[in-house]
């Protein structure tokens, strides 16, 4: 078996005004650099309302559906819009992850990469925000523990920008091990090491503007992997947002596409260490074209790898 690829044609009807960075091209140059590569490709199905509320409260679900443009867009908030077609692909973005979950939980893939738009990371309980909607990882992580039955899920997210929604949605979970490192000072202004959870299940790794790849794998080794070692978790989800490439236009991290590579084999073998290998992976961000493509698609390769 080889890794699933997870998308769907309803992520590119999410679409964003002119000019606006995550727009439609980012999936499109990163699917088209996943083509030559020997993978097993599932359609994103729409998570139900259920999934959803696993996170999210009623009440603002309610309001997602009710701001649904007929045309045009509608601003959430300062940065995040909806268009026609951006209910179904944020339901399916949050279904690609549950899918990649069941897929690998279910045997039917070692491991798995969710191709969707747009990210959830950024979204909280009741506030969009950061292009987000719903807080897809979050949700998938939900959805192993509560469906699958699971004891201990942890998330890690390599994204430039802090994971403060997810972090919102799983401040309370126990059974839950968030690792972030992030860029500080950045948007969203979250993310610091003092951020440790209700129940010390919040790892933190700032990392300050301009650290490069060696650094970045020194603060890797010696703080997030024996973290994830001691927690011992049944899955490892990845929010993989390849904004912290040195070409990115929103950050100013250094990493390489190289960087994004040694990363993924390295969770890779430490899921083959401690969970049987899975590990599930949804896109978050990245905002230059080639680099995203370049850095997703080494991403996706080292999947391939330790998949076998």
């Not at 309001?63 to 940065?79: C, H, I, N, R, S």
């Not at 992850?97 to 070692?110: C, K, T, Y």
């Not at 890690?156 to 799983?170: E, I, R, S």
């Amino acid at each position: 078996m080889t890794t699933a690829l997870i998308t769907h044609a309803d992520f590119h009807g999410h679409v964003t005004p002119q000019g606006h960075p995550e727009r439609v091209p980012r999936l499109e140059h990163l699917l088209h650099a996943l083509e030559p590569l020997e993978l097993n490709r599932v359609t994103a199905p729409l998570a139900a309302d259920d999934d959803i509320l696993r996170c999210h409260p009623a009440s603002y679900v309610s309001e997602v559906k009710a701001a649904l443009p007929a045309d045009g867009f509608v601003q959430l908030d300062g940065d995040t819009y909806l268009s026609p077609g951006s209910l179904d692909a944020v339901y399916r973005a949050v279904g690609a992850a549950i899918r990649g979950v069941d897929m690998v939980l279910g045997g039917e893939a070692p491991n798995a990469f969710a191709a969707v738009r747009p990210p959830g990371h950024h979204a909280e309980t009741a506030t969009p925000m950061g292009f987000c909607v719903f807080g897809t990882v979050a949700i998938a992580a939900k959805h192993a523990l509560d469906h699958h039955g699971l004891s201990r899920v942890a998330i890690v997210d390599f994204d430039v920008h802090h994971g403060n929604g997810t972090q919102d949605l799983l401040w309370d979970e126990a059974r839950t091990l968030l690792i972030s490192s992030q860029q500080i000072p950045l948007f969203p202004g979250t993310g610091t090491a003092s951020e440790t959870g209700a129940h010390g299940n919040v790892l933190n790794l700032p990392l300050a503007p301009g650290t490069g790849g060696v650094q970045m794998r020194q603060v890797y080794e010696a703080q997030a992997f024996p973290r994830l070692r001691s927690f011992r978790p049944e899955l490892i989800l990845v929010s993989a947002g390849f904004d912290a490439h040195a070409d990115d236009p929103l950050a100013n991290l250094n990493w390489e596409v190289e960087d994004f590579r040694w990363l993924t084999a390295e969770l890779c073998k430490l899921a083959d260490e401690l969970c049987g290998g899975k590990i599930v992976s949804s896109l978050e961000g990245g905002y230059d074209l080639d680099a995203l493509a370049a850095s997703g698609k080494a991403h996706v390769e080292e999947l391939m790898k330790a998949a076998g």
